[in-house]
């Protein structure tokens, strides 16, 4: 039986001030026999994560941050390592989001190197993945998600699977209102988890969570989740309200 997992990207949002009060909502808003079914976890900015770590202490509460390099350490200015992550204390990153495939050229080895580096370090790392309108109407989203698949996490060991989430997030549907439907979600979902079973064994294929992301709301969110192989999701928008974040964690 998989736990549920609801998880939020906060991106590119709130200053320091805004973003404390927004987690302190949450963490006031969600109850502890909430944590025993569903699991929770938090993408804040860089800048947020010390304090945030000291808030979340013995919350129950995992969090992330949203990217790391590529490389242990050296001449990147501007960059953050998974080492860095790993001692402000945080406990996972999110990996290979569509904005950063879109925005920062960041290609599935890339994003695969990214994942050695979380991992080496003890982070929990979410994967993400999905299909751009264009590759769906050219019906080439089953390639298209299996490539991304294969590509960035093709070379882990067995072991190392049991730190991986996967995301599910049709590019289509990140911030623009359009929901997958459910159906179209599971049959997704389905097909990865079918083929870990090939790439990796059966068991990886049962017991990894498989996120949906996309334009995910309160009000969407139970019939998403009560689909037979959609683990729970990656929050975006919703994310940035404590009350509709609650809202999903209850779905
Ligand atoms: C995301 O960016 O991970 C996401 C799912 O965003 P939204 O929920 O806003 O579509």
């Known amino acids: 039986m998989r736990k549920r997992l609801v998880a939020g990207n906060w991106k590119m949002n709130t200053n ?41 202490n013995g919350s129950g509460i995992l969090l992330g941050a949203q990217n790391c390099h590529h490389e242990a350490s050296g001449a990147y200015t501007g960059e953050v390592s998974a080492e860095m992550l790993a001692s402000v204390p945080v406990g996972g990153v999110l990996l290979g989001h569509s904005e950063r495939r879109q925005y920062f050229g960041e290609t599935n080895e890339v994003v695969g190197q990214k994942v050695n580096q979380a991992l080496e ?52 549907a990140i911030g623009t209102g359009k929901t997958a439907t459910a159906e179209q979600a599971q049959e997704i979902h389905a097909s990865a988890r079918n083929l870990l079973g090939s790439m990796v ?47 999903i964690i209850t779905a």
């Open 121 to 172: 370090n003890g982070l929990q790392v979410i994967y993400c993945f999905g299909e751009t309108l264009e590759e769906r109407e050219a019906n080439t989203h089953f390639d298209v998600v299996e490539r991304q698949i294969k590509e960035g996490l093709g070379h882990l060991t067995v072991e190392q699977w049991d730190n991986i989430t996967l995301a599910y997030e049709p590019v289509w």
């Open 201 to 247: 064994n059966n068991e990886v294929a049962e017991k990894t969570r498989i996120l949906y992301g996309g334009s995910v709301k309160p009000n969407n969110a139970g019939e998403l989740f009560g689909m037979a192989d959609i683990d729970g999701g990656l929050i975006g928008g919703a994310a940035l309200n404590a009350d509709s974040f609650k809202g």
């Open 16 to 56: 320091m001030q805004d973003g404390y009060r927004l987690l302190k909502d949450i963490l006031d808003g969600v109850r502890e026999n909430e944590l025993q079914s569903c699991d929770v976890h938090v993408y804040a900015p860089f800048t947020h994560l010390k304090v945030f770590s000291n808030s979340l």
